[in-house]
T-cell receptor
Framework: NAGVTQTPKFQVLKTGQSMTLQCAQD?????MSWYRQDPGMGLRLIHY???????DQGEVPNGYNVSRSTTEDFPLRLLSAAPSQTSVYFC????????????FGPGTRLTVT | DAKTTQPPSMDCAEGRAANLPCNHS???????VYWYRQIHSQGPQYIIH???NNETNEMASLIITEDRKSSTLILPHATLRDTAVYYC???????????FGTGTKLQVIP
């Protein structure tokens, strides 16, 4: 049981490039979410999903796209990277039938130059 | 979504109990209180949650006031490895959109 996995661990992009951050969970959790954490700040919700085919926006969705074609995977796409998107990105999952506690991945550290 | 208020930092002597307060005066009836912690830059780790009653697990205890407007996370015997940022958040149930604040930075002192 690997829990929540994220790839890559580190990434450097140039302004304007696009990329996809991968997130997978093997706990059959319905709920998955993406957060970003800027230095010295708390986590801010980007997008979330309550099941395959269902996604919704969080606090800071601009510049990011998501899709949920399977229960296990929830990729986050940066459409045209900007320096303001330099951050650490965390993916999380939880069971809607449980108490709602979220399990987080180890994070992806993204730098946009 | 209800918001929470936590002190930005606290110190605790190693071996003593660490009591971390959280105010959530706008919490609604079906919202849970959750506590997470983040060590260095790792992913946040779930600690405990509750709705109305006090809760205890192997990591900590959660005390929720009767009016549910505030709560306290108790680490009974703090160790150096408990040094972390602790987040109190409300939400959950069938609606999972939650907001993390900036948390309390707990420093356990030898």
């Amino acid at each position: 049981n690997a829990g929540v996995t994220q790839t890559p661990k580190f990434q450097v992009l140039k302004t304007g490039q696009s990329m996809t951050l991968q997130c997978a969970q093997d706990m059959n959790h319905e709920y998955m979410s993406w957060y970003r954490q800027d230095p010295g700040m708390g986590l801010r919700l980007i997008h979330y999903s309550v099941g395959a085919g269902i996604t919704d926006q969080g606090e800071v969705p601009n510049g990011y796209n998501v899709s949920r074609s399977t229960t296990e995977d929830f990729p986050l796409r940066l459409l045209s990277a900007a320096p303001s998107q330099t951050s650490v990105y965390f993916c999380a999952s939880s069971s809607l039938a449980g108490g709602g506690e979220q399990y987080f991945g180890p994070g992806t550290r993204l730098t946009v130059t | 979504d209800a918001k929470t208020t936590q002190p930005p930092s606290m110190d605790c002597a190693e071996g003593r109990a660490a009591n971390l307060p959280c105010n959530h005066s706008t919490i609604s009836g079906n919202e849970y209180v959750y506590w997470y912690r983040q060590i260095h830059s790792q992913g946040p780790q779930y600690i405990i949650h509750g709705l109305k009653n006090n809760e205890t697990n192997e990591m900590a205890s959660l005390i929720i006031t009767e009016d549910r407007k505030s709560s306290t996370l108790i680490l009974p015997h703090a160790t150096l490895r408990d040094t972390a940022v602790y987040y109190c958040i409300v939400g959950g149930g069938s609606y999972q959109k939650v907001t993390f604040g900036t948390g309390t930075k707990l420093q356990v002192i030898p």
